[in-house]
């Protein structure tokens, strides 16, 4: 085999706490990921010189050590003494610095794919290892499906499949650096926590609404409060009937969830032809098949 290629799915939270600020400067996070259909294409290739070579539609991502696909490549080929080069083509259409994992999606498949491309024979445990020295969610990206995220997001523990609803994702114009949101995050006695464990225990029950209920995103303290265009398209999801809406990551990314497929496709167009997202995106959830 000398060329592979892959899908690197986004996530979604449909919940997200911020349990403490650690002493060491890390946040403590109690996280419920969910996968989503949206996805990045990858393509590895050998090639027969040594360098790692990155290809990609969007002119202004980088494609040099500071793409993290470089930087899992490079640890790979480090880690296991592989001298032969490759030659990545990374197309993009996750937005970035959105709150939907798309650098951390794009490492973990990078590393699942030179396991393949290089006959390393890693377990997923392996790669989960190698995921967490490039970036706290590339652990869970190699994971995948639903997941309840804790620690600094590399305490895992597989959860039941969400159940099936439509996911319309609005990226409005503006880009989020996680780092400045949890810089700007103040948690005290009046900050509302979301019930995460509420949330798992419908999601054991299967019951869609309950669980849609209890959704909440902490970080919103920060991102809406500084961009109210969070809360309008929150506020039109709802009128569009979608079951609850809510910022994904650091944002800014809102996703909404639909139990009426005609009800999402006709909001998908309705936020199209709106000036509130710069990007729009109609999808499902995503689960892997073990
Ligand atoms: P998270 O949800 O994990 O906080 P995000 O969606 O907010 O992530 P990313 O899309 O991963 O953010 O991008 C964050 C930064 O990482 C960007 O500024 C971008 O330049 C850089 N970056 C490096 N490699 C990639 C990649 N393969 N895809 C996207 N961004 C990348």
């Known amino acids: 085999m000398n060329s592979i290629k892959l899908k690197a799915h986004a996530k979604i939270n449909l919940g997200l706490?911020?349990?403490?600020?650690r002493e060491d400067g890390y946040h403590e996070v109690r996280m419920i990921m969910q996968t989503i259909g949206l996805y990045d294409k990858l393509t590895l290739s050998r090639t027969n010189n040594?360098?790692?070579?990155?290809?990609?539609?969007?002119?202004?991502?980088?494609?040099?050590?500071?793409?993290?696909?470089?930087?899992?490549?490079?640890?790979?080929?480090?880690?296991?003494?592989?001298?032969?080069?490759?030659?990545?083509?990374?197309?993009?259409?996750?937005?970035?610095?959105?709150?939907?994992?798309?650098?951390?999606?794009?490492?973990?498949?990078?590393?699942?794919?030179?396991?393949?491309?290089?006959?390393?024979?890693?377990?997923k445990g392996d790669l989960m290892g190698l995921g967490l020295r490039l970036g706290a969610d590339v652990p869970?990206?190699?994971m995948r499906g639903t997941v309840l995220s804790e620690g600094i997001g590399e305490v895992l523990t597989p959860l039941p499949p969400f159940p099936v609803c439509r996911v319309l994702i609005v990226k409005p114009g503006i880009s989020m650096s996680t780092r400045y949101v949890y810089e700007n995050l103040k948690l005290d006695?009046?900050?509302?926590?979301?019930?995460?464990?509420?949330?798992?225990?419908?999601?054991?029950?299967?019951?869609?609404?309950?669980?849609?209920?209890?959704?909440?995103?902490?970080?919103?303290?920060?991102?809406?409060?500084?961009?109210?265009?969070?809360?309008?398209?929150?506020?039109?999801?709802?009128?569009?009937?979608a079951i609850g809406s809510l910022m994904s990551g650091s944002g800014p990314s809102v996703f909404g969830l639909f139990d009426d497929f005609k009800k999402a496709e006709k909001a998908f167009y309705q936020f199209k032809i709106s000036n509130l997202g710069k990007q729009v995106f109609l999808t499902n959830l995503y689960h892997p098949c073990y």
């Open 17 to 21: 706490d911020v349990v403490r600020k």
């Open 140 to 142: 869970y990206c190699i």
């Open 189 to 241: 006695a009046q900050t509302k926590h979301p019930d995460i464990d509420g949330i798992i225990g419908y999601i054991k029950n299967k019951d869609l609404h309950r669980a849609v209920g209890l959704f909440g995103n902490v970080l919103e303290t920060v991102t809406e409060k500084e961009y109210p265009i969070i809360g309008e398209i929150k506020v039109k999801m709802s009128e569009y009937g």
């Open 50 to 123: 040594s360098s790692v070579i990155i290809n990609t539609n969007l002119h202004y991502l980088p494609t040099d050590e500071n793409n993290l696909v470089y930087k899992a490549i490079t640890l790979i080929k480090k880690e296991y003494g592989i001298k032969q080069g490759v030659y990545v083509n990374l197309e993009k259409k996750i937005p970035v610095a959105a709150g939907m994992a798309g650098g951390s999606t794009d490492a973990a498949t990078a590393l699942y794919g030179m396991n393949r491309l290089f006959h390393l024979n890693l377990s």
